[in-house]
């Protein structure tokens, strides 16, 4: 049985050909994405590349994920910062959204004009435990029916007024969906029921918006955004799918030209003792985004981000030749690398996209000085133990020297309280298969994790 899984990305719309009984990739092609135009265009280019190497194919089924057009964007809308805003935005990132920016306490004038202006797909509204407050939500409600624009809205707060919340977002917009509240106790995260509602708007709604509609004659099935594929696919290389057994704890560094995506699974609690826990729990399977870190369309928030000493010392080159070489990529995106310095610098750019990614997604220890000696706390996941790091994204599937740049994501013993990998193996993804094999998951779960042992392969 052959699938064809397809991938409708921001630039490149990208296929994969699956013989499920063999558990073979027949072939992978890509074509210029093009959502403005018509979908298929890009499509059609990527098949005809596919079936001049592999001859011509038939599909029993073909299944799609996307992020095209800058993919799913969302607004998160919670409380406060550190709590049922923070719980918003990780379901959000959950779902496989980007999401563009996250507001708490009551909305003021100025931020319904500013979210107006982001133009979202949806915003997720949030705010309040259960039984805990209710003014807040109430009154961004009604700041959200006054915003101008017909967006859906998830609302995921306070059970006890949600019922109110949807009323009054209803009078004035055509989607509203209520559902569990992400943060329904003090420190307790319940984030799954509101990826659930969320994935499945996309599907209904935003695919039709992006113009994906033009590919259902061919698509079978729409299943979830790009990055939600991604999740799905480590999620299942990590605990094992269909009577397979997985790969165990891992993380995955998956950069991009505009952004670097980072994916664990694990629980991530304390790897040694006299540790205790601070702040909200981890979800198990966290993926986080970065927006400044990129190796084209973000190359100059990189440079500002990373500090140009950084990528020069990693590059073995002076800092003003590293700041040149990243104005030169950033002014023209399919600038490659035309000496060996350049060479260079480019694996430099994606060390750092991989160390600050990795910086921000893990956990760290803070030391608390007390009349009864130090006490350590810990906020976020202690991924120290994380044997198995995989590596996707341009600069690492195409570089000569992929480990160079995953080496960002180790321990740093001068900075200790960055709780990174300290003994991984590093896998390369070089046929670029998880987000297919995330999408093939959904119905043969146990091929997807037999197929990824098989093609996520070490340098």
């Known amino acids: 049985m052959n699938v064809l899984l397809i991938d409708f990305g921001s630039t490149y719309t990208k296929i994969t050909a699956v013989d499920v009984d063999q558990e073979q990739v027949l072939g992978t092609a890509r074509g210029i994405t093009t959502v403005e135009t018509d979908i298929m265009d890009g499509l059609n280019q990527a098949l005809a590349a596919l079936f001049a190497r592999t001859g011509k194919l038939e599909f029993s089924k073909v299944l799609g994920c996307s992020s095209a057009a800058g993919g799913l964007k969302m607004i998160a809308v919670g409380l406060v910062p550190e709590m049922t805003a923070e719980a918003a935005k990780r379901a959000a990132l959950g779902a496989g959204a980007k999401v563009l920016k996250v507001f708490s306490h009551e909305l003021s004038e100025y931020e319904i004009e500013e979210i107006a202006g982001l133009k979202p797909d949806i915003i997720l509204l949030a705010g309040g435990t259960d039984g805990g407050n209710q003014k807040v939500i109430l009154h961004n409600a009604k700041m959200l029916a006054g915003l101008g624009i017909d967006v859906p809205v998830v609302v995921a707060g306070n ?242 020297e992929p480990e160079e740049i995953l080496k960002g994501i180790l321990f740093d013993e001068t900075n200790p309280q960055v709780l990174k990998p300290q003994k991984p193996e590093f896998l390369i993804d070089k046929d670029y298969i998880m987000a297919s094999m995330g999408l093939l998951g959904e119905e043969h779960p146990a091929v997807a994790v037999r197929m990824m042992k098989k093609y996520i392969i070490k340098k």
């Open 159 to 400: 059970k006890s007024v949600t019922p109110t919340v949807v009323k009054i977002l209803a009078e004035k917009l055509t989607e509203v969906r209520p559902t569990e509240n992400v943060m329904p106790k003090l420190d307790e995260l319940n984030i799954e029921p509101a990826r659930v509602v969320i994935r499945d708007i996309f599907l209904k709604r935003i695919t039709e918006a992006k113009g994906l509609n033009r590919a259902n004659k061919m698509v079978d099935k729409m299943v979830m955004p790009t990055p939600a594929a991604v999740l799905k696919a480590a999620e299942l290389l990590s605990q094992g799918g269909g009577g397979e057994k997985g790969l165990g704890n891992l993380m995955v560094m998956d950069i991009g030209g505009a952004t670097t995506d980072v994916y664990s699974i694990a629980k991530g609690d304390p790897t040694v003792g006299g540790v205790s826990l601070k702040g909200l729990p981890e979800p198990f399977c966290k993926r986080t985004v970065e927006g400044d870190l990129g190796m084209r369309y973000s190359a100059g928030a990189l440079l500002k981000a990373a500090g140009a000493e950084m990528i020069a010392s990693y590059a073995g080159v002076t800092s003003e030749e590293a700041a040149e070489y990243v104005a030169k990529v950033e002014a023209d995106i399919d600038h490659l690398p035309k000496s060996e310095a350049e060479a260079r610098i480019e694996i430099a750019m994606g060390k750092a996209c991989v160390r600050l990614g990795a910086d921000r997604h893990v956990g760290h220890l803070d030391v608390y000085y007390t009349p009864f000696g130090t006490s350590h706390v810990q906020i976020g996941k202690d991924l120290t133990k994380v044997a198995t790091v995989i590596g996707t994204g341009g600069v690492i599937v195409n570089n000569p």
